[in-house]
Every structure is written in C-alpha cells, then in structure tokens.
C-alpha cells in the first residue's frame, strides 16, 4: 500500500470522455490498493476563456476579482471527476482550496502556497475516499480565493503530496518522461529513468517545458518524489517496470540514482537576447550601478561577462536578459547616459543558450574543456559562457542550435545504442 | 440614504457589455448616496452548460459535487461585475455563499437558507463599498456548497436583504412590474404600483411566473419590500415616481396598500390535470387512503371535490394534479384496485385553473358569486371549484382560457381605463 498524488492537466480533462479516461487511471491505484490524492487543472480552453472575460471586464482588474473568477474553472474539472469516479463505484470527493484549506500569501493571481493542513485530507484518504483536489488555488489571509499563476497545479500537487506525505506525486502530461534532450531536435535523444531535482530545475528553467519550475524547487525542499508520466497510456496496461517504478521519469534526491552519468541531459532556450556595452569606465562600481538599474526595472540577468580591459582606462560589458525585456534593457542602459558613461551599445537577439547539465560534474574535471572544443571543431563561436556546479552554458548564434545540440548529445555519450 | 439589495437574472448578466448596463444601474443608486449589494445569477446558459456535464459525468449524481459543479456560474459572473464596477471607479468586491457566510441546510441542489451573518456586509457598506453576492448557493453544515435550486437567486437576494436590514430588495426582470393578469391575454392588463405578499403568493405560485415562490414567502416572514422593476430601463434616465417608489410593482405588507382594491389580479395555470375516481365506497377513511397514497408517491394534489352521494353508498372523487403528474398519478390509484373499490377512473388533461385573487375578499361577500355567474353568461361549464381567503380557482376547458380571464378581469373593474 502507498499513498500516491496523482496529477491531470487540462488536455487531460478536456471533456467528460477524457474525464472518464482519469477516472480510469485513478480507479487502476485504488484498485491496487493505494491511498489516492488526485489534482485536477481547469478543462482545456476554460482558464483561457476565463481570463479573456476577466480582462474584458476591466483592463487593469483587481487579482482578487480575477481570482474568483479564473479559480472556477478547477472547481467545475474537481466536481466532475469526483462524480464520474462514484459511478464508477470509487468512493470519492472535490476539495477546493479553501476547503482543505490550502493557505497562501497575498499576492493574487501569482500566490504562493504557505501551508496546508493535511490532516482533513489524510483522515478520508484512510477511509479509502479519493480526494480530488482543485489545482491551482488556495485561499489568502484575508479569506478569498487565490490563484497559483499559470500552470499551478503542478505545484498543487506537490505541495498536497508534502502535506499527506505521500510516496511519490504522480505528474501526468502529454509526454512520457524527461528526455536528455528535445527529441524533436535529436532522435535518438533518450528518456531518463531519474533524474535529480536540481538537474531537473536546470533542465526545467531552460526550456524542457515538462514541469513547472516552482513545483520543482517545492519538490526539492519538501523531498517530494515526482513521477513524469504518459496521461495516454491505456489504464489497464500499465505495469511497473523492472525498476519498480511505472513507465516515466523519476525526480528525485540523487542520492535515489544509484548510476550517475557526468552528464544527464543538453538544453537549450532561444527566448535569449545579448546586450554588449562598449568603452565602459574600467572602475569599481560601474557594473553594479549598470545592473542595480535593470534590477530595479525587473530585468532578469542571465548571463554577464567583463572582459578585463587591455589599456586599463576603459571596458566591455555584456549580458544576456529574455528577448522580451530586450528593448526595456537597451532603454534602461541609454536613459542611463549621463552618469554612465560608454561609446556604445550593441545588441543581438538571434541566439541561443546551450546548456550541459549533470550533477557528475561536480566530481569530473574537464567536462567543460570538451564541450568547448567540439562546438570549436563544428566552427560554432561562442559568444558567452556561464557556469555553475552542474551545468555549463554557451550562448551561440541561433542558427547553430541544432547542430550545437546534437554534437554536445554525442559528445557526452547521451545517444540512444 | 438608503440600504438597497439589487437582483439581476442571467440574461443581464450574459456578457461583459450586459454586465457593463447593470454595473450602471448600480452606479446610479451609489451615486445617489445609497448602500448597495448586489446578488447576481449566472451569464446566461452558463448553468444550463454546467447542469448537462454533471448529468454527463453521472445521470444519479452526488448533490455535493453537482452543487460544486453548477454554484462556478455565480462566482464567475459576481468576480465579473466587481471587476466592471471597479472600472468604473465604484468601490466593490464579490462574495461567495462561503464567504459570508450564508448557511443552509443539508439539502443540496434544492437547500434552504438557514442563516446568514451579514455582519461583515454589512461593515463594508458602511465603507460605501458595493457588496456583489453569488446568488443561488450558500455553504451546508459539512462546509460544502450547496445550491438554492433553479431560480434560487431570487431568494438569496431576499434573504441578503433580510440579514442586512434592507429598505428594499429590487429585482430586476425583463418585465417592468406584475400584472393584473397576462398581458398577452388581456391588452388592457394594468401594472400595479403595489401587490401584497399574500397576493404575490397566489399570483405566483398560479402561474404569473415573475418570482420565485420562496422568496415571496421569505419576503412575507421577514418583511423584505420587494420591488419587480425592469432591467431594460435606460439606467440614466430612472427616476422615481409620485408615490415615491421607481417604476415597478411594489410587493409589501397589505398595511401598506392604502387603496385596496376587493381583486387584485386574475392568474391562470394550464400546467392541471383532473383526476375522477367514479363509484368509490362512501365510507370514512376511503379519501384519506387515495390521498396518502398519492402523497408518498410526492403527487401534489391541488383542487379536491368530493359529491355528496345521491344514494349513500358510493361516491365520486374529483382532484387535480401537476400536468406532470398525470400518468404517475393515474397508476398509483389504478395499482391499489384490489383495497380500494371503485368503478372506474377517468382523467381530463386541457384543462385550465383560472384564479381571482385579492385581499379585499376577506371582507367583502358575493366576490364568488359574481365570477360564477359571469362565466356562466357566457356558457363557461366550471369542472372544479376551490377557494381560500383571499382566492377563488375554477376549473374550466382549457379552450375557455382567455374568454375566462378577459371576462373576469372585465367584472371586477380591472380593465385600464
């Protein structure tokens, strides 16, 4: 007997067919016995629909008005499932977030959750009642709805998992794992059985959209098992594998991933914009007072390299911020003119970052050294690089990308024999 | 200043731009100075969409997550219009059942309203900021939502007003006031500035279908004034007439009514079917069984006559039903033939109930006598009589419908001048 977290997206229960096809899955680990928490998002279309009424009611809304009205999509997807779970004879019911309660902060529309007492929760889930719990939302301090931000309800779902302190939290979506690269990209790409939280938040914050950052970080500190599953496979055939674990991708602690590879998977992010600025004054304080101001504008910094100034007077200075922010940031820079100053600002928006991630390399010299000389070997130039403990980025230009990805998948030994 | 509830229906909430209208309606009452809540319905159709998935999800459905299901529609459109009053720079906010709390009993889909705090409404009006209700739900003792029934936001605005103390309780329609009979029928129909709850009650319940019958007899046993106004009105140009009141029907406490007419209103229903059981033994306890029977089937009986028998030993039972009813209500006395001795049953379906209703009876005679005689003159055979204080029903061939109501709206001096 475990006691599981089962998550559904809005494709997932996108009309009461598709329902019908959870309630399937769901009745499958009850049936085998589990204690079952399910997490539903909206049906597919709904929150989207939502939000357009929202914001044709009024432009610039208040969140706690937006957040009454976008919650109910969840709260329509959790009554739903609860009801075609009890025809089909599993003894179920809906939990909205201030039924639990789920609690969360202030900040409307993008709250984050701050506690939730399991113990209502807990008591049904040992009278083999499956809770079916809205996503998504939670109730604030001063007792209204409160909406997690755009795709909450992984966090939902880990955060539930924490707080019945379930074995595993079961993500379904519409792929079948994490993979060690985009597949679409490299074809033998190869999907990872585990992978570690803080692989997976390098993966996950560089653009292998599988989960939501946040419900990764929560996943870490809460030492929440996550399982990335097929939502498309037929309920009755699934089988554990060999392993233990059904067909997916275990996030995990990496003390769980008994033969580490240095390096588990290749990333990339195109969403990425390289801002230059020439002939800076090469003295102390001239790059905190150029990034304290895109700080204060909410300019998300990624990338930054100084090169070190050959006649000693004046220096480069560049940086790499979304490609969304890119024109905020160059303004930022030249209404800046007058007490900074520099001969000139260059920009590039076609690139891409590149990124190697595994926690081996903490523990494996040189895994740097040859991802460097094979982009040099294709002639690929690297305009940036940035590093950490378990990942090596490297800002190309974007029509190298595939190339960049695929040789790095070699080089590392990532390819599917 | 005054304290003013403001009920809108589903039609006048059906988009942004609808929304929009009756965010003006309520603009125009804070403008004057008064305290405003508003209970709103769900966007058109939105309940009616909700209602097919719960049936979708499970024909038996559980009423808890059918009620989580079908209340989304009121939190939507309540979040919706705070959101466009505060556009419009009036201060508002929406309130779940949960919120409040309004509390019903365990019956859900059809609950009661058992309690409301308005305590803390009643603090933010103070505020001058509008309050915006869901309408048609509340919370149940098990902490879940439970809905009021189809047409319950009548009585959620009632009940608000009660627990706020408001001076009145507006509910707006898409007719400016109730009739002294269908105007489709009588063209010289005229609107009455004020009708008793009494008379509301038998107009209402006898088919003139501009309220729920619920909330006229919450409204009569809290003493809510409650006026049916239109929401079609040009919100900038309402003004209030020379009784002091907009334009409207006022429904209020008789006390209220200075010049009381002897009868208020003719109302039909053709919704009746008549039941005759031919030949029934003329002993005591033989209606009780037909009646108790009919009872735990969960028939209401309407109309009952029973001849005094010509020779003794047997009799003639006559009774309506709901038009509904009828084929149910046929087999439960044909299904006790072998206890209950009678000849034969006959059943009449086009039929029509025509009522006159008024106060004034109580205390005026011959108001009977004047209808039974004017239907008469024109050849009108009455099948069913029944009468309480304050109306008098007849039964009559459904094909006799508008002669019947023209002609008795005509005798008692209801025609517009």
Redesign the interface.
């Known amino acids: 007997m475990a006691r599981l977290v089962m998550k559904f997206g809005g494709t997932s229960v996108a009309d009461?067919d598709r329902?019908r096809n959870v309630a399937r899955h769901v009745k499958r680990e009850v049936d085998a016995g589990h204690q079952v928490a399910v997490v539903v998002s909206a049906m597919a279309g709904e929150t989207n629909k939502?939000v357009a009424?929202?914001r044709?009611?009024?432009?610039?809304?208040?969140a706690?008005?937006?957040?009454?009205?976008v919650?109910?999509?969840e709260?329509?997807s959790?009554?739903?499932l609860?009801?075609?779970l009890?025809?089909m004879g599993v003894d179920a019911?809906?939990w909205?977030g201030?039924?639990i309660p789920i609690r969360t902060d202030e900040a409307h529309s993008v709250a984050r959750i701050v506690d939730i007492d399991g113990a209502r929760l807990i008591e049904r889930l040992e009278q083999n009642q499956v809770a079916v719990v809205a996503g998504f939302q939670g109730i604030s301090p001063d007792?209204?709805?409160a909406t997690l931000g755009r795709g909450g309800s992984d966090t939902s779902a880990v955060a539930i998992a924490a707080a019945i302190d379930a074995d595993r939290c079961d993500i379904y979506t519409d792929v079948d794992g994490v993979y060690t690269t985009d597949p679409r990209i490299v074809a033998r790409a190869r999907r990872l059985e585990k992978v570690s939280f803080e692989e997976m938040l390098e993966m996950a914050s560089l653009g292998a959209k599988v989960l939501q950052v946040r419900s990764v970080e929560l996943a870490m500190v809460k030492g929440v098992r996550v399982m990335v599953r097929s939502s498309f496979e037929d309920p009755a055939s699934v089988r554990d594998g060999a392993n233990g674990l059904p067909h997916g991708t275990l996030i995990c602690d990496e003390d769980e991933i008994v033969e580490q590879q240095v390096v588990t998977g290749i990333a990339y992010s195109k969403e990425e914009a390289q801002i230059s600025i020439r002939g800076v004054a090469d003295k102390p304080g001239v790059a905190a007072d150029v990034f304290v101001r895109l700080a204060d504008a909410h300019i998300n910094v990624d990338m930054i390299v100084q090169n070190v100034s050959p006649d000693g007077s004046t220096t480069d200075i560049t940086f790499t911020v979304p490609d969304a922010s890119y024109d905020q940031a160059k303004q930022v820079i030249e209404s800046a003119r007058n007490t900074l100053t520099y001969t000139e600002i260059e920009g590039v928006r076609d690139v891409v970052k590149v990124s190697v991630v595994g926690v081996g390399m903490r523990s494996h010299a040189g895994v740097a050294a040859r991802a460097f000389q094979a982009l040099a070997d294709r002639n690929i130039n690297i305009l940036a690089i940035s590093t950490s403990e378990i990942k090596i980025s490297v800002l190309i230009d974007q029509a190298y990308t595939e190339l960049a990805v695929r040789t790095l998948h070699s080089v590392y030994g990532l390819d599917k024999q």
Chains 1, 2 share one sequence.
Do not use: C, F, M, T
């Open positions: 009461i329902i939502l009424l929202a044709e009611a009024s432009p610039l809304h208040d706690r008005e937006y957040d009454a009205v919650a109910s999509g709260q329509v959790s009554g739903l609860a009801l075609v009890q025809a019911r809906s909205q201030w039924q007792n209204r709805i």
